[in-house]
């Protein structure tokens, strides 16, 4: 019986050892799977933050590049005639004179704009190869109602919608803005014509549609 007892002994501390084992195995094994999926959750949070952010990055500068293109556009500078348009010095500008240079031995004709600033009046001048491309502002001219001039010069139109534009000013040109104070000093029906390029805006003409 104790030789008997002696090997149930034993092979009750076999088996609890391998029980152990297969524990130890199994909760190492939980252990690692659990490691892995926190890496892989971490790793891919980190890779869908930087995705998000490189598109976001992509559409902000698609955004930005297609909102200034919007302003201009491409135009070969020798196509460009007098009272036609021209950006110089980042300024749209009207074209009062254009010359072009006879071509040379090594090199194209150059076509040379004078131009006044459209907002401004100031005078600006250009030397360009006339198969170079110049950038043309998009220009254009919206008439609006008259509705009130503000003690700080602002004025307020009416637009097609019903609703008003107030956050122009009167024009800088003196005898524009004599008109327009006078006219409506006089109780007239005004109309003023407000051009717009590149992000700017002025009032340039008025028209007199007579008493109110």
């Avoid at 076509?111 to 001048?125: R, Y």
């Avoid at 139109?157 to 006219?183: F, R, V, W």
């Amino acid at each position: 019986y104790s030789h008997f007892f002696r090997r149930s002994s034993s092979s009750w501390q076999l088996h609890r050892l391998s029980l152990s084992f297969i524990f130890s195995l199994s909760l190492l094994c939980s252990l690692s799977l659990s490691l892995v999926l926190c890496v892989s959750v971490f790793f891919f949070s980190k890779l869908s933050i930087i995705f998000i952010i490189i598109m976001s990055d992509e559409e902000h500068h698609f955004e930005s590049t297609d909102a200034g293109a919007s302003k201009t556009y491409p135009q070969q500078a020798g196509t460009i005639r007098k009272n036609g348009y021209i950006v110089i010095k980042q300024r749209a500008c009207k074209v009062v004179e254009v010359s072009t240079s006879k071509t040379g031995k090594h090199g194209h004709a150059k076509c040379h704009f004078v131009a006044i600033d459209i907002f401004n009046g100031k005078k600006l001048e250009d030397i360009v190869p006339s198969s170079h491309n110049c950038d043309v502002p998009h220009v254009n001219r919206t008439d609006y109602q008259l509705i009130d001039i503000s003690e700080d010069g602002f004025v307020s139109l009416l637009t097609e919608n019903g609703s008003t534009k107030d956050d122009l000013k009167l024009p800088t040109d003196d005898a524009l803005y004599t008109q327009i104070e006078n006219g409506f000093n006089e109780g007239k029906d005004l109309v003023v014509t407000v051009m717009s390029a590149m992000g700017e805006e002025q009032i340039c003409a008025l028209k007199d549609i007579g008493p109110k």
